[in-house]
Structure formats: structure tokens, C-alpha cells
């Protein structure tokens, strides 16, 4: 079976930048894809070229196993697409509007898009010109999704929902893929796709710089801890501790980073008496240093 998604060499150029630069990727059917990378990385940039609506410089991708510049209007009939920046019809209520997309793509069920507003607390009803940046963007999301598409590609989808909406974003993403679909989305910011992505691609200036299952990610990365202790932070046991990587500290208040588990270094510290743990989730920068920290060590 072809992947649903296929780049190799894929590269493009505005002018001299090299916005995307040789990325090689595959994604199988079934799959819940993350796209990481912070701004300007050339998110965007692969995904309007995934969806048709840019041509690359050099190398290939195939959609659905259409190549996306020859056999373009195929494939788009097949997609569903929510761009970065979407806005919709201002003059048009969510339903209108929605109801034009949908005899676009020949009908859809429309009990489908009723459901969907439903769970996303989307008022269809609403001149989407009158619509908050959130409400817009469920709108967008439902366009996306109501014709049932075997690949759906996100940019930043989840920009202005909030936690619940989001929640319950992710929720119709998984639905997506148990009905045997692929979902490929982007975001900068990797606790938004975690919970949903099966695996994660990171780019960076135009590079792919690893792609993996977000449980392997995570291990890998960097996560800052503040331990608080009874008495004084017993610095050296901590620093001696398998993946500490950083140790300081301001009272009774230990600040540590650490790669991987922190399982064993809880062990340790534990007999010193702890008063308080307080851990912050890795963020992208952080698993960057990891990676490229890891990669330095073994070049
Ligand atoms: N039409 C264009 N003309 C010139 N440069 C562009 C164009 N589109 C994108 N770029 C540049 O290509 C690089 C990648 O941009 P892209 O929009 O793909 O990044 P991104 O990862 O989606 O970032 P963001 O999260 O900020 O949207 C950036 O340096 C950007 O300035």
C-alpha cells in the first residue's frame, strides 16, 4: 500500500531563502501525524505544498499516492484542508457557508456537520464576520473534516480554541483516524499534539531533524524540575544522578534539568527529605538541545 503522504527531497526556494530544504518523509494510513517546529521552521511551507497550492523547487511529494503538482485536482478532491489563516465568507452565516463548501464537493451529510458544530459549541447560525477568531477557526475545522476525507492536513488548527474545544478538536482527530483516516497537523507547540499524534516530525530551518513516536520523543527530551528539600538540596548526590544534566539552586529549592526518566532521580533524592516537586513540561527548544546535544556526542 502506497503511503498517504510521500516527500522525498522535497525543497523550495523564495528568491535565495531556503525555506524547506531536502525533507524526506512517509506517513501511513492510520496515522495521527504532528508536524513540530517553531515559527518560520517551513511548516507552512510543506503543507501548501502537500495541499496543492505551492509548487516545489525540487524533489517530489505524492498525496494518497498522487503526485500533488501532476494529478493536483485529484488529489485536493480527496483532501481536507484547514489552512493557517483561515477566514471564510464574512457576509455568510457558518451554515451557508458551509453548505456552499459542501455542494462544491458535490453534498455532504449534513447531519455530520450538526454533530460537529455541536461538539465544537459552534453557533452555525452566526454571520461568521461577527464570529471570534476561535469561533472562525472551528468553522474552519469542520469544513475540513465533514466530507469525511482520507487525509485531513491542519496548520495550527488549534490556534484560539480553548482547552475544552481543544480537547474535544482532538477527540473528532482520533475519530478520524478510527475510521481509518490520516490526520497530518502542524503546531509549534508540542503538549498540543502529544496527547493525539501517534508520531512527530520536527523541523527546523527547513530540516526534518527527527521524526519519531511521541512516547521515544519525550523520553528523549529535556525536562526542568524544582525540588524542594527540608533542609539544604543535597546538590552533589543530585548531580551525580544518571541524565541530571543541571543543577542550581536558591534556598531549599533545587532547579534541575534532566534527559529521560526522572524516575531514578526521585529515588535518590527521596531519603533527603522532599517537600515539594514541582515539574514543567519539555518544550520544543528543549528537545532541540537534547537532540542536538546527543547528535554533537556522537559525531
Ligand atoms: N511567499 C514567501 N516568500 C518569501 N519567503 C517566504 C514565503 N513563505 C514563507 N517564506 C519564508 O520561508 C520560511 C518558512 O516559512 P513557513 O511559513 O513555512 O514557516 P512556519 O514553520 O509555518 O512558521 P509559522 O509557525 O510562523 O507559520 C520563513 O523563513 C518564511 O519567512
Redesign the pocket.
Known sequence: MHPVVETQGLTKR??P?L?LDGIDLSIAAGEIFGYL?P???????TIRILAGLLQPSAGRAAVLGLDVVRQRDLMQARLGYLP?NFVGYDDLSGEQYLRYLANLRGGVEWHVVVTMAKRLDLDLGRRIGVLSHGNRQKVGIVQALMHHPELVILD?PTTGLDPIIQREFLGLLADVRDAGGTVFLSS?ILSEVEAVADRVGIIRDGRLVVVESVERLKHRAVRRMDLTFVGAPPLEVLSSVAGVREVTSSGSTAHLAVEGSTAKLLAVAAPHGIEQIVTHEPDLEEIFLAYYERTDRLA
Do not use: C, D, L, S
Open positions: 523564495f528568491g531563502h525555506a517546529g515559527n518560520g521552521a517551513g511548516k507552512t511551507t493557517g495550527e509549534h
